[in-house]
């Protein structure tokens, strides 16, 4: 083992109390704290104190004060003592299993006779450490009795400024020092204690945790410390008795080791802070879980939140407890998610740290890696009422919580997806989990469109998931719910599937026809299959998307007429005549020249088909109802219309009609359209 580097000083008599060597230089501050608690501890020594230790901390500079004082008798002057100081860093507590064993380096000077020290104090001490169990005292049958009132006293009835009457310096000084050993690293850098108190002392203003002093001085002590330091101390005496005896019964055996059994192994283990109020908290939970190693969680839970109610308090043991890293020398049992599903519900959920025991990240890693114990614990959490310790867990089982996951947790038990869809609306984008859902797909929606976390991304992607996973009847729904990000999410399910979108699909889109022109034009080079489609949902409403233009759909049917699509031809061609016949940009009068005859010949044919004349019914005139059967005048009173409404040049009608004799009754239903007659006059006198 490694050898720990420990400082010293040593003050004594040379024309008074002073530093007399020292392997360390000191701030003034503390090298004059030093002096004053290396003096003699009282007005004048008393039999059986002629020597004594004393223990203090230097928190300013992270170090321990551990010394020892002799009378010095052999000077000349009355009262002088000598003082061996050793300056250990708090550091090197953890490394040092019995306290008793730097006794040994303890030395009074050799020359007793001399004032001068021969530069034994002045280089630093090599301690070599020790795993022995070598008797240190402890094993004397009346340790036992100090160690069980010291204990009571200290931790169980919480005494501060501690007085004990002893015999002598030495009578306490083997159960003090175990005590001592025994406290954790971080409690032992603040204890503090003197074996030989000859009057009321403190350090730096603070009264000792616990002094020995001659039962004649008792008295005396206490009413001085309440005069000087306005400390009240209090006195050791047998009234001082704990009820609950386990835990101290174990502390006692453990403390008579000099260095420790399991008890301590523990404690060391779990044990955080430097408040002596905290070792009964500490010793209780772990001699609780040594004699039942089978205690329920449900029961461990409040048992150390009752002793440790406050987040910041036994941190480390809540840690070892409940974290996901648990020491095996515990033996307890419990798996992750019950550690997670108990601590979610627990009413003392108060007493700890969601992120201290890595909730959050934990509920994760059991969602990936532990589906099954997932879906048991988000079971248990959607049931009843969750704590703030819940709410972290469920968030991050729905962090990790992907459509696979989800689909295995909900397998057998659908209805969870719409309380996985409220809590995580991205699970919304899966196709396979509105298929999944079966009958609660409208349950599902429902969820959805109460959140107020989604963004117009998340819109888009539901609803492309809606159509892909077979949930037709919600489209309309969340049309109506969401707009225009929906709109584009069922385009994009167009593209991504490549099939046609569902009669019922394109009804619901009808309403929608301004968001489908803006998606085409958006990227002309959408398939041809895609603009077809959306064809077949906005013509029937030419006049709702005139004002887009009819480029898109000018390049669309020179594609079909190159793949001889005769169907659908005839269909994109009686759209650019509607557009054309109400103006449509750029040039609607070439649009019009481009299918007038087309069309005007399919219906005289008879082979017009009524999906393709619902395009123009609403733009074209009505006749008395006698004849409004007559497709062919109505169109051709819809073309003098167009030339006269928007003012066309009479002669661009040879563009639109190459035949003489159609030409001729486009000419006659001039006749019958209002300034349809004087707009060709002049072709009326040449015919």
């Not at 104090?121 to 340790?143: K, M, W």
């Not at 869809?421 to 609660?440: I, M, N, Q, V, Y």
């Amino acid at each position: 083992m490694k050898d720990i580097l420990i400082h010293q000083s040593f003050h004594g008599y040379s024309e008074g109390h002073r530093l007399l060597e020292s392997s360390i230089k000191l701030p003034d501050e503390i090298a004059r704290l030093m002096l004053r608690m290396s003096d003699l501890s009282g007005g004048s020594i008393f039999p059986g104190f002629e020597e004594y230790l004393t223990g203090y901390p230097i928190t300013s500079l992270n170090v321990y004060v551990f010394a020892k004082t002799w009378y010095a008798a052999e000077m000349p002057r009355p009262g002088c003592v000598w003082t061996h100081s050793l300056i250990l860093q708090f550091k090197d507590f953890e490394a040092i299993p019995s306290l008793a064993q730097l006794t040994k380096l303890f030395a009074r000077p050799k020359d007793l006779k001399s004032q001068k020290i021969s530069g034994a104090y002045a280089n630093s001490l090599r301690f070599a450490l020790e795993i022995t169990d070598i008797p240190t005292g402890l094993e004397d049958p009346s340790v036992s009795t100090q160690l069980n009132a010291l204990v009571n006293a200290l931790y169980a009835c919480k005494k501060r400024n501690l007085l004990v009457a002893a015999p002598s310096s030495t009578s306490f000084e083997n159960s003090i020092l175990g005590i001592w050993s025994q406290q954790w690293p971080s409690l032992r850098s603040n204890f503090s204690f003197c074996t030989g108190a000859l009057s009321a002392r403190g350090f730096a203003g603070k009264p000792f945790n616990i002094q020995f002093a001659p039962p004649q001085l008792i008295r005396e002590i206490t009413t001085s410390a309440l005069a000087k330091q306005s400390q009240e101390m209090s006195v050791l005496s047998r009234d001082i008795v704990a009820t609950d005896k386990t835990w101290i019964d174990s502390t006692v055996i453990d403390a008579k080791l000099p260095n420790g059994g399991q008890f301590r192994t523990l404690l060391w283990s779990m044990a955080d802070g430097n408040r002596l109020d905290d070792f009964e908290g500490f010793a209780s939970l772990v001699a609780q879980s040594q004699a039942d190693r089978s205690i329920p969680l449900v029961n461990l839970i409040p048992l150390v939140a009752k002793q440790f109610p406050e987040k910041s308090c036994g941190v480390t043991l809540k840690r070892n407890f409940f974290g996901e890293t648990r020491p095996s020398i515990l033996e307890f049992r419990f798996s992750e998610w019950e550690i997670l599903s108990e601590l979610s519900v627990s009413e003392n959920s108060g007493a700890f740290d969601s992120e201290n025991l890595n909730l959050r990240s934990r509920a994760k890693n059991l969602c990936i890696d532990s589906p099954d114990d997932a879906k048991q614990l988000i079971s248990k959490l959607f049931r009843g009422p969750i704590n703030s310790l819940g709410e972290d867990v469920l968030a991050g089982l729905l962090e990790a919580m992907n459509p696979e996951i989800a689909k295995r947790i909900t397998r057998e038990q659908p209805h969870f997806l719409p309380t996985l869809f409220r809590a995580k609306p991205e699970l919304g984008t899966s196709a396979d989990l509105w298929r999944a859902a079966g009958d609660h797909v409208r349950e599902l929606f429902e969820s959805l469109s109460s959140s107020g976390n989604l963004n117009d991304e998340h819109i888009t992607a539901i609803s492309e998931a809606i159509v892909s996973g077979g949930a037709e009847t919600l489209v309309k729904r969340a049309l109506d719910k969401w707009g225009k990000p929906a709109a584009l999410g069922i385009l994009n399910h167009l593209l991504q599937s490549g099939n046609e979108l569902s009669e019922r699909v394109m009804g619901d889109l009808t309403f929608h026809n301004e968001i489908i022109m803006e998606w085409l034009i958006a990227s002309p080079d959408r398939p041809l299959f895609a603009k077809i489609n959306c064809a077949h949902i906005v013509a029937p409403y030419s006049y709702q998307i005139q004002k887009f233009g009819t480029d898109i759909w000018l390049r669309t049917y020179q594609e079909l007429r190159e793949q001889s699509k005769r169907k659908e031809l005839n269909y994109l061609a009686t759209l650019l005549l509607a557009l054309g016949l109400q103006n449509a940009p750029p040039v609607a009068v070439k649009v019009t020249a481009l299918c007038f005859e087309h069309i005007h010949q399919l219906s005289w044919d008879d082979k017009m088909p009524d999906a393709n004349w619902i395009i123009l019914d609403p733009i074209v005139p009505h006749l008395a109802w006698i004849h409004d059967w007559d497709k062919c005048e109505r169109l051709r009173r819809a073309l003098i219309e167009a030339f006269v409404k928007f003012d066309w040049h009479p002669e661009l009608l040879h563009d639109c009609i190459k035949s003489d004799d159609l030409l001729c009754r486009v000419l006659q239903s001039a006749k019958r359209v209002d300034g349809g007659y004087e707009h060709f006059k002049k072709y009326h006198k040449s015919k």
